[in-house]
C-alpha cells in the first residue's frame, strides 16, 4: 500500500485460514514500511501535481520497481519463499481521483505496474482494485470498508478510523444488532495531507511532519484560517463521498500559506490540527446508529496533538488504537489489500456497495500471473 501520505510503501505479509467470504483466522506474519526517497516524494508529488504523459509513464515502472522490492524484502525477512506466497496486493500509488457527482461518473487512476511487480517479486500480483468499482458507479473507495466488516465487526457497534493523508471512517453495526442496520464509510476529509505538507514547506524540508504533536501543542487556532477549510462544499456533503490530495494539498495549501503567512508556524500547525480532528468528530453526524467506540489507525493515530483535540470534540466516544482488537494500526491498510487479493483469487466480491455507492457487490482487481501465462 502506498497512500496519500507518500511516506513510502507498506508491505503486510499476512498468514488467512479458510476458504469463505470470511476468514477463519489471520495472522500478520510480517511487516514493514520502505521509506520513499526524497527524489521518488518528490516524483510523486509532481506527477499529481503538474505530471506530464512522460513523467506518468516513467513512474508507472519506477513505482512498480520499487513495489516489487519491498515485496522481497519482506520475504526475504520473515524467511518465506515467493512460491509460498498466493497473490500480492497492490493498490497501487493515486495519482488522481475523481469522485462521482450526480449522475456524473467518477474516474481513478493509480501507478505502480503490476507487470513489473511480478517479474520482481515472482509472484502474482492483483492489482487495479478501484476502477471495477467505479465503473459500476461507486466511488472505488474507502475499499477497506469491506475488509474491516470482515476483520473487526464485534458484538457492539464500533467505529475504526483512519487517519492517513486522507481520513477515513467505516462505521460497523454490532453483530448482534437484529434491526436492518447498515455499516457506513466514507472520507472524511484531510488527515495528515495538508498538515504534514504544511511542516514541510514552513521548516523548509527540514521536518516532514509534526512529531509528537509538539509544534500543534506549542500554537492557537486561527479561526480565520480554519474557516478558511471549513468552507469547503465537501464538508456538506451526506455520504458515500471520497476525496483526496487533489483537493486538501497543493496549490490550495500554498495559496492558504501565503493568505495567512502573518500567522506562526505554531499557530498554522494548530489550525490545520484542528481542521482534521473538527472534521473527523463533526462527519459522525452522518452514521445513522450510536456507537461509543472509536478504534484509531493511521500515521495521525500517532500524533497526541490530533487525537486529543479529536477525544475533546467527539466526548461521547471512546477512542482507543486499533491494536486493542488485535491489529496493528500501521499496517491495516495493507492489510486490507492482502485480504482483498484473497477475495480475488477465491472469487468474492471486495467492495462495500454501502460505502461505494457502487450499483453491488463486484470481484476487484486484475490479475497479473508472475510466469506470463494464464
Not at 487512476?109 to 471495477?132: K, M, N, Y
Amino acid at each position: 500500500m502506498s497512500g496519500t501520505s507518500l511516506d513510502g510503501i507498506d508491505v503486510a505479509l499476512v498468514e488467512i485460514e479458510g476458504t469463505g467470504e470470511r476468514p477463519d483466522r489471520w495472522r500478520l506474519v510480517e511487516f514493514a514500511t520502505s521509506a520513499y526517497a526524497a527524489e521518488t516524494r518528490a516524483q510523486i508529488r509532481n506527477a499529481i501535481e503538474s505530471g506530464s504523459a512522460a513523467a506518468l509513464c516513467a513512474l508507472d515502472f519506477e513505482l512498480g520497481h520499487q513495489i516489487g522490492q519491498a515485496v522481497l524484502d519482506v520475504l526475504d525477512s520473515a524467511g518465506v519463499s515467493a512460491g509460498e506466497v498466493a497473490a500480492v496486493g497492490s493498490h497501487g500509488q493515486t495519482v488522481w481521483h475523481i469522485p462521482p457527482a450526480g449522475e456524473e461518473a467518477g474516474a481513478t487512476l493509480q501507478i505502480g505496474q503490476a507487470s513489473v511487480i511480478a517479474e520482481v517479486a515472482g509472484c502474482d500480483v492483483v492489482s487495479d482494485f478501484r476502477t471495477r468499482d467505479m465503473a459500476a458507479g461507486g466511488h472505488g473507495a474507502p475499499l477497506t470498508a469491506h475488509t474491516d466488516w470482515l476483520l473487526f465487526q464485534g458484538e457492539e457497534a464500533r467505529l475504526v478510523q483512519n487517519i492517513g493523508g486522507i481520513a477515513n471512517v467505516t462505521a460497523l453495526p454490532g453483530s448482534a444488532d437484529t434491526s436492518d442496520t447498515t455499516p457506513q464509510s466514507f472520507d472524511t476529509g484531510p488527515g495528515v495531507a495538508l498538515l504534514d505538507g504544511a511542516v514541510e514547506t514552513l521548516t523548509g524540508g527540514r521536518l516532514r511532519y509534526d512529531d509528537g504533536g509538539k509544534i500543534a501543542a506549542a500554537g492557537a487556532v486561527s479561526r480565520p484560517a480554519l474557516d478558511y477549510w471549513l468552507d469547503d462544499p465537501y464538508f456538506a456533503l451526506p455520504p458515500p463521498k471520497t476525496t483526496g490530495r487533489e483537493r486538501f494539498s497543493g496549490d490550495r495549501l500554498r495559496d492558504w500559506l501565503t493568505r495567512f503567512a502573518g500567522l506562526t508556524t505554531e499557530d498554522l500547525v494548530a489550525t490545520l490540527t484542528e481542521l482534521t480532528a473538527r472534521t473527523i468528530a463533526e462527519s459522525y453526524r452522518w452514521i445513522p446508529f450510536e456507537a461509543s467506540t472509536c478504534y484509531l489507525c493511521g500515521g495521525g493515530a500517532n500524533n497526541p496533538a490530533l487525537a486529543g483535540r479529536l477525544a475533546a470534540l467527539a466526548p461521547q466516544t471512546e477512542f482507543r488504537r486499533l491494536s486493542a482488537l488485535g491489529a496493528d494500526g500501521d499496517s491495516r491498510e495493507a492489510v486490507a489489500f492482502a485480504l482483498l487479493a484473497r477475495q480475488h483469487v477465491l472469487g468474492y466480491p471486495g467492495n462495500a456497495s454501502w460505502a461505494t455507492g457502487a450499483s453491488g457487490a463486484r470481484q476487484l482487481g486484475s490479475l497479473t500471473r508472475a510466469d506470463g501465462l494464464r
